[in-house]
């Protein structure tokens, strides 16, 4: 899929641009403004900063923001041709100027419009589902097949692990696995598995990844341990843009589903990188995940940056990061089928943004990506929610949640939950003074001594920043807008900073270096060709192991 290179890149440095010189000087007369305040002198505030797309409502108005903030932050975004790399992006241009490739996840779920070998992938996709879901597919010894486990890493696992957690249901047929690290994860779950009825699916880009390989390898040798016969082609699928790897390894022609070099791996769960999700949910329900994608594409593509949601959270995070020096950001929400989306941004958002030249390659002069962390909250509450709230960092948080639970949940329950996630969020904002404590602990008949020595440990500093998300429910629907909406959120940023965010240069350097030492620690290759400190670690392991370097 080639397309013409977005001719021009932003002509002048970022922090050159009026609009950026303009924010430091709005920054620097913030002073001592509190969000507090902001709130009480604008019983609007809410109305003013928030919007619903794609089935989504996001508050943004517990933000460290006024009018005047947005306002120069949609100038930055018009000043640095934010629209028309929109444009570029969305229509399959080479937006990746480093691999000279388009970034066209967008095209995955783009219906009748997508590609004709998008949506011949999809039809082969949903042929194969139906069969596995409807026990048609067979083993070698004639069983159904009944465990899917799908062998993956990175993009090729962390989108469709989030997507089987939060939408499938744990009676689905087949049950899905997912297996990334090498070795103990794999022979503990292959110890609960029949190798008449187990199904693999190697999803691998590349089919070279040295973890997958390994894992494929082990799983090739499991089947042939517990088969009648040495052809184990029949409990194989796999997903990739190297044919000719997978071929190789024995993967049938018509078990092999494609993967093509304009579509990232971290952006791939639309692709046939989806395939465990779809046999897990069903395709009906695949297909509303691609629909939900496409709605927030649509708004993306169409609202205005002032009413643009993915706009208004990347120039937001921009704000906070590059601005207000939050250097993390928590992703933290509070309906559990989502316990697996902070792992998936960190890849999304750190992988992306986690860069430190220009598209030309020039030195960055301010920060890149922020470290994206975080998990399910009614659990952080009892686990860092201080830290945020006392702490002595900035730290934006994302939060989200589900007006009502899923499968019809229990709705006092939900209202548990629900208020959870509102108080914190209420109280990063508003802080508690030492006066409202003081008032608060006398009023409880503690001597006003006492309160004013515990009210400075017991007062919360407030003014502290977060947006918060709410899905109707979450479905495959809803879960398709949001994980557009973070995958745009995350171009937004990296268009404004002038960075790829789609190359990854940063983890190819580990890959090579790790498959150089793997001789040396098996004890086969000399331990003095590294650094001191790598090589007496080798040394150790050896000693530690009995084995001689
Ligand atoms: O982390 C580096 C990376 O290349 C990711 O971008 C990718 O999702 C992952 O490794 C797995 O790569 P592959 O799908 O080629 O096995």
Redesign the pocket.
Same mark, same amino acid.
């Given at each position: 899929m080639s397309g013409t290179p977005v001719s021009k890149s932003v002509s002048a440095s970022l922090t050159r641009t009026p609009a950026w010189r303009a924010l430091v000087a709005h920054h620097r007369s913030w002073n001592e403004r509190r969000l507090r305040d902001l709130f009480a002198a604008d019983p609007q505030r809410f109305e003013r900063f928030s919007l619903e797309a794609g089935g989504l409502l996001l508050d943004y108005s517990k933000n460290l923001i006024t009018a005047e903030t947005r306002d120069l932050l949609v100038q930055l975004a018009l000043e640095r041709g934010l629209p028309d790399r929109v444009a570029a992006l969305l229509s399959g241009k080479r937006v990746n100027q480093t691999e000279k490739r388009a970034a066209w996840h967008t095209a995955l779920r783009a219906g009748d419009a997508a590609p004709r070998e998008v949506r011949r992938t999809l039809a082969a996709m949903r042929t194969f589902a139906d069969a596995l879901r409807a026990g048609q597919v067979k083993g070698l010894t004639g069983q159904a097949i009944r465990d899917v486990v799908s062998l %993956?890493? %990175? *993009? #090729?696992a962390l989108g469709p692990a989030l997507v089987v957690r939060a939408c499938a249901s744990d009676t689905a047929s087949p049950r899905a696995h997912f297996v990334s690290t090498p070795g103990e994860p794999l022979t503990r779950l292959l110890a609960t598995l029949d190798p008449t009825t187990t199904l693999f699916i190697v +999803? =691998?880009? =590349?089919? =070279? &990844?040295m973890e &997958?390989a390994r894992n494929a390898r082990a799983a090739k040798a499991w089947l042939l341990a517990g088969l009648p016969s040495a052809d184990a082609g029949a409990h194989f699928a796999a997903v990739t843009a190297n044919v000719e790897a997978a071929g190789a390894f024995g993967i049938a022609p018509e078990r092999l589903f494609p993967m093509w070099d304009w579509v *990232? *791996?971290?952006y #791939?769960v639309w692709s046939a990188v989806g395939l465990p999700a779809m046999i897990a949910m069903g395709p009906a329900a695949f297909d509303e995940l691609l629909a939900g994608a496409a709605l927030m594409d649509r708004h993306f593509a169409e609202a205005p940056p002032e009413r643009n949601m993915p706009m208004l959270m990347g120039l937001i995070g921009l704000w906070h990061h590059n601005f207000c020096g939050g250097a993390s950001r928590a992703v933290i929400s509070y309906e559990p089928g989502l316990a697996l989306l902070p792992p998936y941004l960190q +890849?999304l958002e750190m992988?992306s943004l986690g860069k430190s030249v220009t598209q030309k390659g020039k030195a960055l002069r301010t920060g890149s990506g922020t470290v994206v962390w975080g998990n399910l909250g009614i659990e952080a509450q009892h686990a860092y929610m201080q830290a945020l709230h006392q702490g002595t960092q900035l730290v934006p948080v994302d939060f989200i949640a589900a007006c009502s639970a899923r499968n019809g949940g229990d709705a006092d329950t939900q209202s548990v939950i629900l208020a959870s996630c509102f108080a914190q969020s209420a109280l990063l904002m508003q802080g508690v003074s030492e006066d409202d404590i003081k008032q608060q602990l006398t009023a409880n008949g503690m001597d006003a001594k006492e309160a004013a020595r515990l009210a400075p440990h017991q007062a919360l500093p407030g003014n502290r920043p977060s947006n918060t998300l709410l899905l109707p429910s979450l479905t495959p629907h809803s879960l398709g807008a949001l994980l557009a909406l973070y995958e745009h959120r995350t171009f937004v940023k990296a268009a404004i900073l002038d960075v790829n965010a789609f190359d +990854?240069y940063g983890?190819?350097h580990g890959?090579k270096l790790a498959g150089s030492l793997l001789p040396e620690l098996n004890g086969k290759a000399p331990t003095e060709t590294h650094d001191a400190s790598t090589s007496a670690l080798i040394r150790h392991v050896l000693k530690n192991n009995g084995r001689t370097p």
């Open positions: %993956g890493i %990175g *993009g #090729s +999803q =691998s880009k =590349s089919f =070279s &990844t &997958t *990232g *791996g971290r #791939s +890849q992988e +990854q983890v190819e890959k």
